[in-house]
Structures are given as C-alpha cells and as structure tokens.
C-alpha cells in the first residue's frame, strides 16, 4: 500500500507561485507513474498534469499548461507541482495520484490506485 502526503498548499497572490510536494511512503513509487489532479468547491475533479515512471514524458491539461510543471525526484520518492502565474480559478484543493499506468494516471475516466488527503490552494484576486 502506498501512501501519499501532499504539501506546500497555502494562500498566494494572483500572478504569485506555489510549489507542491507530495511524498510517497514506498520505493515503488519510483516505477509508478503519478499526477496532480484538483477539485474546486461545486465541481467535480479534474486532470491537472501527469509523469510517466521516469520523468521523461508529462502530460498537463490545457488550463495549466505553459504555467505549471510537474517533476519527480525518484531517489526520494516525491513528486512536484511548480505553479506560476497563479489565477483565481485555480483555487482547489491539490491532490495527488499515482498508479503503474501512466494510461490511467491521464485518461478522463482514468482512476489512479493511489491517491493523498489534498492540500488547499487558495490564489486571491
């Protein structure tokens, strides 16, 4: 079972920067792909950006994309989110997933194995 521990969440200007972490409790999650996913108040969940195993392939959706990157450092089993330019419509709560698929990890419909708790990420106008 692994487990993921998001932070780095907190209130941050519009046009500021935040940078998420989230820390996996199991080696495994090296040969894991992973990703960030969002859920505003009264929408549903949404893709924010996925990493294959190794760091070399990314995947974001076009909301965030040319703003955020996502990025890994598999010796210690954490997975970044660096976001800039914050907008008030990303004000969410942060989660992320990991799963051995990166198919899964960025499919709509796709249900990563593992997901964390979530950090709030509150961007003021």
């Known amino acids: 079972q692994v487990q993921l521990v998001e932070s780095g969440g907190g209130l941050v200007q519009a046009g500021g920067s935040l940078r998420l972490s989230c820390a996996a409790s199991e080696n495994i999650f090296s040969s894991f792909a992973a990703g960030w996913f969002r859920q505003a108040p009264g929408k549903e969940r949404e893709f924010v950006a996925a990493?294959?195993?190794?760091?070399?392939?990314?995947y974001y959706s076009d909301s965030v994309k040319g703003r955020f990157t996502i990025s890994r450092d598999n010796a210690k089993n954490t997975l970044y989110l660096e976001m800039a330019s914050l907008k008030s419509e990303d004000t969410a709560v942060y989660y992320c997933?990991?799963?051995?698929?990166?198919?899964?990890?960025?499919?709509?419909?796709?249900?990563?194995?593992?997901w964390g708790e979530g950090t709030q990420v509150t961007v003021s106008s």
């Open positions: 997933a990991a799963d051995p698929s990166f198919v899964v990890v960025t499919h709509p419909e796709g249900n990563p194995a593992y």
């Open positions: 990493i294959n195993w190794s760091g070399d392939n990314t």
